[in-house]
């Protein structure tokens, strides 16, 4: 049953002082007024690490967080670092208590690798704008082998913990042993989004005679050859 108390995550509560969630995924409901996919609050140094969330995430006052990994982080002694993790599930709330990753931050907190399903959240963090390795993607992008592949950030074979297959995980990506398939370059082309690559400095120019676009990267040639 979805639960009502004061901080819920998906797997763990509280999370404090030395942890670690590694490889685990919540498709449960989580109802809170500060809630997490993941983890409800944070205190103390850990990290978050190869997770996905599926589930809805709410914030029961309206007041609170509600966020598809972590809730918050509660004290300024927090060094939380947050890698390679998607959340799809939906996050109710008001827009300033939903948040694609991590609601609100004190201490230090690092993103990377980490995506959230367009039109969840305003954005990956409270405190944090987005970027390029913490950003929302549209369900296409997110249903794709490209994404496991993004998530293994070039762990291969038994160390990359992110698969895919179109009928597991309704194509989103899953949590097993070895490489994410991908069978053509047209999945790697949809897989980009423009904003992503100019961010990354793998594209430049506005595509016009005048001034065409300058490609330095294959999945940029990719990206340009899907449009």
Do not use: H
Not at 10 to 32: M, P
Not at 85 to 91: D, F, K, P
Request: aromatic share 6%; glycine share 12%.
């Amino acid at each position: 049953k979805p639960a009502t108390l004061v901080s819920v995550g998906g797997i763990a509560g509280l999370a404090t002082l030395g942890f670690k969630v590694l490889r685990s995924s919540n498709e449960g409901a989580v109802t809170a007024s500060v809630g997490g996919g993941i983890v409800g609050r944070v205190s103390g140094k850990g990290s978050i690490e190869d997770c996905y969330n599926r589930g809805k995430v709410t914030d029961s006052t309206g007041k609170g967080t509600a966020a598809g990994i972590a809730g918050v982080a509660i004290d300024a002694s927090v060094v939380l670092d947050i890698s390679s993790c998607y959340s799809t599930g939906a996050l109710t709330g008001n827009t300033s208590s939903t948040w694609g990753i991590v609601g609100g931050l004190t201490g230090s907190t690092a993103l990377a690798n980490c995506y959230y399903l367009e039109g969840t959240a305003p954005k990956a963090a409270r405190d944090k704008a987005d970027a390029a390795d913490a950003c929302s993607k549209t369900a296409e992008q997110m249903q794709n082998a490209m994404l496991a592949v993004t998530l293994n950030a070039k762990r291969q074979g038994a160390n990359a913990p992110w698969g895919w297959k179109s009928d597991v995980n309704d194509a989103y990506p899953n949590l097993t042993t070895g490489q994410a398939l991908v069978t053509s370059w047209a999945e790697v082309g949809a897989a980009q989004t423009e904003k992503e690559l100019r961010a990354a400095n793998e594209l430049s120019g506005s595509g016009t005679s005048d001034d065409p676009f300058a490609i330095s990267t294959p999945r940029a040639l990719a990206w340009w050859a899907y449009q």
